[in-house]
Protein backbone atom coordinates (compact mmCIF):
# COMPACT_ATOMS: atom_id res chain seq x y z
CA UNK A 1 0.00 0.00 0.00
CA UNK A 2 1.32 3.42 -1.34
CA UNK A 3 2.35 6.20 1.92
CA UNK A 4 2.33 9.01 -0.25
CA UNK A 5 0.24 12.11 0.45
CA UNK A 6 -2.74 12.25 -1.85
CA UNK A 7 -3.34 15.99 -0.55
CA UNK A 8 -6.71 17.19 0.79
CA UNK A 9 -7.96 19.47 -1.83
CA UNK A 10 -7.22 22.57 0.48
CA UNK A 11 -5.28 25.66 0.17
CA UNK A 12 -2.06 25.69 2.17
CA UNK A 13 -2.31 27.80 5.40
CA UNK A 14 -0.08 30.05 7.62
CA UNK A 15 0.26 26.45 9.56
CA UNK A 16 1.19 24.81 6.98
CA UNK A 17 3.80 26.31 5.71
CA UNK A 18 5.17 27.37 8.91
CA UNK A 19 5.67 23.36 8.94
CA UNK A 20 7.36 23.37 5.60
CA UNK A 21 9.72 26.18 6.56
CA UNK A 22 10.48 23.74 9.90
CA UNK A 23 11.03 20.57 7.80
CA UNK A 24 13.16 22.45 5.48
CA UNK A 25 15.45 23.91 8.28
CA UNK A 26 15.49 19.97 9.50
CA UNK A 27 16.73 19.07 6.42
CA UNK A 28 13.67 16.81 5.88
CA UNK A 29 12.63 16.12 2.11
CA UNK A 30 9.68 17.02 0.06
CA UNK A 31 7.87 13.61 0.49
CA UNK A 32 8.24 13.81 4.57
CA UNK A 33 7.27 17.26 4.54
CA UNK A 34 4.20 16.53 2.34
CA UNK A 35 3.36 13.53 4.79
CA UNK A 36 3.68 15.80 7.70
CA UNK A 37 0.70 17.95 6.35
CA UNK A 38 -1.42 16.08 4.03
CA UNK A 39 -0.15 17.20 0.70
CA UNK A 40 1.57 16.03 -2.85
CA UNK A 41 5.24 16.55 -2.57
CA UNK A 42 4.78 18.25 -5.98
CA UNK A 43 2.49 21.11 -4.25
CA UNK A 44 5.60 21.61 -1.59
CA UNK A 45 8.04 22.21 -4.43
CA UNK A 46 5.67 24.40 -6.35
CA UNK A 47 5.54 26.35 -2.72
CA UNK A 48 8.89 26.52 -2.22
CA UNK A 49 9.89 27.84 -5.46
CA UNK A 50 7.03 30.16 -5.96
CA UNK A 51 7.46 31.97 -2.80
CA UNK A 52 11.45 32.22 -1.85
CA UNK A 53 13.02 35.31 -1.70
CA UNK A 54 16.47 36.56 -2.72
CA UNK A 55 19.01 38.53 -0.08
CA UNK A 56 22.33 39.76 -2.23
CA UNK A 57 25.18 38.97 -0.85
CA UNK A 58 26.86 42.15 -1.66
CA UNK A 59 24.91 45.26 -0.52
CA UNK A 60 26.40 47.23 -3.40
CA UNK A 61 26.39 45.07 -6.69
CA UNK A 62 29.74 46.32 -8.32
CA UNK A 63 31.43 45.08 -5.58
CA UNK A 64 31.21 41.23 -7.56
CA UNK A 65 34.06 39.59 -8.51
CA UNK A 66 34.30 38.78 -12.23
CA UNK A 67 34.67 35.29 -11.56
CA UNK A 68 30.78 35.14 -10.05
CA UNK A 69 29.21 36.01 -13.57
CA UNK A 70 27.52 33.52 -15.48
CA UNK A 71 28.94 33.95 -18.02
CA UNK A 72 32.90 34.15 -16.60
CA UNK A 73 34.46 30.99 -18.47
CA UNK A 74 32.87 31.62 -22.03
CA UNK A 75 33.59 35.43 -21.61
CA UNK A 76 34.99 36.83 -25.02
CA UNK A 77 33.97 40.36 -24.18
CA UNK A 78 36.22 43.57 -24.95
CA UNK A 79 36.29 47.13 -24.48
CA UNK A 80 33.29 47.27 -22.90
CA UNK A 81 34.58 50.49 -20.65
CA UNK A 82 35.06 52.22 -24.23
CA UNK A 83 38.94 51.69 -24.22
CA UNK A 84 39.42 50.84 -27.50
CA UNK A 85 42.81 50.80 -27.75
CA UNK A 86 43.46 47.70 -24.88
CA UNK A 87 43.29 44.68 -27.23
CA UNK A 88 42.89 42.22 -23.69
CA UNK A 89 39.60 40.68 -22.77
CA UNK A 90 37.83 42.51 -20.36
CA UNK A 91 37.90 39.47 -17.82
CA UNK A 92 41.00 39.72 -17.29
CA UNK A 93 41.24 43.76 -16.47
CA UNK A 94 42.42 43.80 -13.01
CA UNK A 95 41.85 47.49 -12.45
CA UNK A 96 37.96 47.42 -13.54
CA UNK A 97 35.36 44.72 -12.46
CA UNK A 98 33.17 43.68 -15.06
CA UNK A 99 30.19 44.40 -12.88
CA UNK A 100 30.81 47.84 -13.12
CA UNK A 101 30.39 47.78 -16.96
CA UNK A 102 28.84 44.68 -18.50
CA UNK A 103 25.07 45.22 -19.32
CA UNK A 104 25.32 41.10 -19.36
CA UNK A 105 27.05 40.31 -15.76
CA UNK A 106 24.44 37.68 -14.67
CA UNK A 107 25.35 36.62 -11.07
CA UNK A 108 26.03 32.73 -10.99
CA UNK A 109 23.44 31.05 -8.98
CA UNK A 110 25.02 28.44 -6.49
CA UNK A 111 24.71 25.11 -7.71
CA UNK A 112 22.62 23.37 -4.73
CA UNK A 113 20.18 25.83 -5.65
CA UNK A 114 19.11 23.96 -8.82
CA UNK A 115 17.97 21.09 -7.33
CA UNK A 116 15.60 20.83 -3.75
CA UNK A 117 15.02 22.03 -1.58
CA UNK A 118 15.89 25.21 -3.88
CA UNK A 119 16.70 27.53 -0.90
CA UNK A 120 19.74 27.96 1.88
CA UNK A 121 17.45 27.23 4.72
CA UNK A 122 19.41 24.36 6.14
CA UNK A 123 22.98 24.88 4.23
CA UNK A 124 26.05 24.47 6.25
CA UNK A 125 28.19 26.52 3.86
CA UNK A 126 26.14 29.69 4.00
CA UNK A 127 28.70 31.53 6.10
CA UNK A 128 31.52 31.32 3.29
CA UNK A 129 29.36 31.34 0.41
CA UNK A 130 29.68 34.44 -2.05
CA UNK A 131 26.71 33.80 -3.88
CA UNK A 132 23.27 35.32 -3.84
CA UNK A 133 20.98 33.85 -0.56
CA UNK A 134 17.84 32.56 -1.32
CA UNK A 135 15.25 31.88 1.67
CA UNK A 136 12.21 30.18 2.44
CA UNK A 137 9.92 32.23 5.10
CA UNK A 138 6.59 31.03 6.10
CA UNK A 139 5.28 34.54 7.07
CA UNK A 140 6.61 35.57 3.38
CA UNK A 141 5.24 32.84 1.92
CA UNK A 142 1.80 33.38 3.50
CA UNK A 143 1.76 37.60 3.03
CA UNK A 144 2.43 37.01 -0.50
CA UNK A 145 -0.26 34.24 -0.95
CA UNK A 146 -2.80 36.47 0.59
CA UNK A 147 -1.93 39.62 -1.36
CA UNK A 148 -1.91 37.71 -5.06
CA UNK A 149 -5.33 36.09 -3.53
CA UNK A 150 -7.06 39.60 -3.25
CA UNK A 151 -6.19 41.40 -6.52
CA UNK A 152 -6.71 38.59 -8.19
CA UNK A 153 -10.75 38.67 -7.12
CA UNK A 154 -10.94 42.60 -7.39
CA UNK A 155 -11.75 43.89 -9.92
CA UNK A 156 -12.76 42.53 -13.65
CA UNK A 157 -11.06 39.29 -15.55
CA UNK A 158 -10.68 42.03 -18.57
CA UNK A 159 -8.33 44.48 -20.13
CA UNK A 160 -9.33 47.90 -21.03
CA UNK A 161 -8.91 47.04 -24.71
CA UNK A 162 -10.99 43.92 -24.46
CA UNK A 163 -13.70 45.40 -22.70
CA UNK A 164 -14.04 48.37 -24.94
CA UNK A 165 -14.40 45.99 -27.64
CA UNK A 166 -16.83 43.67 -25.62
CA UNK A 167 -18.85 47.06 -25.22
CA UNK A 168 -18.79 48.29 -28.89
CA UNK A 169 -20.63 44.44 -29.44
CA UNK A 170 -23.07 44.42 -26.31
CA UNK A 171 -24.33 47.92 -26.20
CA UNK A 172 -25.60 48.89 -29.64
CA UNK A 173 -27.45 45.52 -29.49
CA UNK A 174 -29.12 46.58 -25.89
CA UNK A 175 -29.53 49.95 -27.53
CA UNK A 176 -31.56 48.48 -30.64
CA UNK A 177 -33.77 46.55 -28.14
CA UNK A 178 -32.48 43.20 -28.11
CA UNK A 179 -32.34 40.70 -25.10
CA UNK A 180 -29.03 40.09 -23.81
CA UNK A 181 -29.87 36.33 -24.06
CA UNK A 182 -30.04 36.39 -27.71
CA UNK A 183 -26.72 38.89 -27.93
CA UNK A 184 -25.23 36.15 -25.87
CA UNK A 185 -26.23 33.27 -28.18
CA UNK A 186 -25.67 34.83 -31.59
CA UNK A 187 -22.08 36.13 -30.92
CA UNK A 188 -21.00 33.64 -28.51
CA UNK A 189 -17.62 33.11 -30.04
CA UNK A 190 -16.96 36.56 -29.61
CA UNK A 191 -18.00 37.25 -26.04
CA UNK A 192 -14.69 35.82 -23.67
CA UNK A 193 -17.10 35.61 -20.42
CA UNK A 194 -20.49 34.40 -19.47
CA UNK A 195 -23.79 36.12 -19.65
CA UNK A 196 -23.66 36.49 -15.96
CA UNK A 197 -20.37 38.44 -16.30
CA UNK A 198 -22.17 40.46 -18.76
CA UNK A 199 -25.16 40.97 -16.15
CA UNK A 200 -22.58 42.04 -13.40
CA UNK A 201 -20.77 44.31 -16.26
CA UNK A 202 -23.70 45.93 -16.75
CA UNK A 203 -25.07 46.39 -13.22
CA UNK A 204 -21.24 48.01 -12.58
CA UNK A 205 -21.26 51.13 -15.05
CA UNK A 206 -18.77 49.08 -17.27
CA UNK A 207 -20.45 49.54 -20.89
CA UNK A 208 -22.67 52.14 -22.40
CA UNK A 209 -25.54 50.80 -22.42
CA UNK A 210 -27.14 50.78 -18.42
CA UNK A 211 -29.98 48.42 -16.57
CA UNK A 212 -33.03 50.22 -17.84
CA UNK A 213 -31.43 49.79 -21.50
CA UNK A 214 -32.49 46.18 -20.70
CA UNK A 215 -35.64 44.91 -22.79
CA UNK A 216 -36.69 42.54 -19.82
CA UNK A 217 -36.41 45.32 -17.08
CA UNK A 218 -37.76 48.36 -18.78
CA UNK A 219 -40.49 46.09 -20.27
CA UNK A 220 -41.49 45.12 -16.45
CA UNK A 221 -41.51 48.99 -15.26
CA UNK A 222 -43.31 50.45 -18.05
CA UNK A 223 -46.11 47.69 -18.47
CA UNK A 224 -47.05 48.09 -15.37
CA UNK A 225 -48.01 44.41 -14.87
CA UNK A 226 -46.77 40.95 -13.97
CA UNK A 227 -45.08 38.65 -16.13
CA UNK A 228 -48.13 36.12 -15.96
CA UNK A 229 -49.97 38.51 -18.61
CA UNK A 230 -47.92 39.44 -20.70
CA UNK A 231 -49.27 39.13 -24.43
CA UNK A 232 -46.48 36.42 -27.23
CA UNK A 233 -45.47 39.70 -28.17
CA UNK A 234 -44.77 41.06 -25.32
CA UNK A 235 -42.39 37.27 -24.17
CA UNK A 236 -40.49 37.91 -27.23
CA UNK A 237 -39.32 41.55 -26.40
CA UNK A 238 -38.49 40.47 -23.44
CA UNK A 239 -35.69 38.61 -21.52
CA UNK A 240 -36.82 34.99 -20.66
CA UNK A 241 -34.45 34.99 -17.10
CA UNK A 242 -36.42 38.06 -15.90
CA UNK A 243 -39.99 36.57 -17.04
CA UNK A 244 -38.98 33.86 -14.98
CA UNK A 245 -38.38 35.55 -12.09
CA UNK A 246 -41.62 37.94 -12.12
CA UNK A 247 -43.91 34.25 -12.99
CA UNK A 248 -42.14 32.91 -9.59
CA UNK A 249 -42.74 36.07 -7.48
CA UNK A 250 -46.45 35.77 -9.29
CA UNK A 251 -46.84 32.29 -8.10
CA UNK A 252 -45.63 32.65 -4.46
CA UNK A 253 -47.80 35.75 -4.08
CA UNK A 254 -50.95 33.33 -5.05
CA UNK A 255 -49.82 30.61 -3.19
CA UNK A 256 -49.54 32.92 -0.45
CA UNK A 257 -53.62 33.96 -0.41
CA UNK A 258 -54.12 30.43 -1.25
Known sequence: MSTKATGNKKH????DRAAIEHGISRGENFTQIACRINKDSSTIS???RRHLF????????TQRKRSECEHFQNCVKQHICGNQTCNSLCWKCRPKRCSMYCPDFTPRLCEKLKKPPYVCNDCPQIRNCSHDFYFYRANYANDIYSETKSSSRSGINQTP????QLDRLVSPLLLQ???????????QESVPCSI????????QGYFTAINLDLPGRSATKNVGRSAGNLTTLDIEKTDPIWILRDIWKSFQIQMWWN
Open 12 to 15: LTLA
Open 177 to 187: GQPLSHIFASN
Open 161 to 164: ESLE
Open 46 to 48: KEI
Open 54 to 61: RVPHFQNE
Open 196 to 203: RTLYNYID
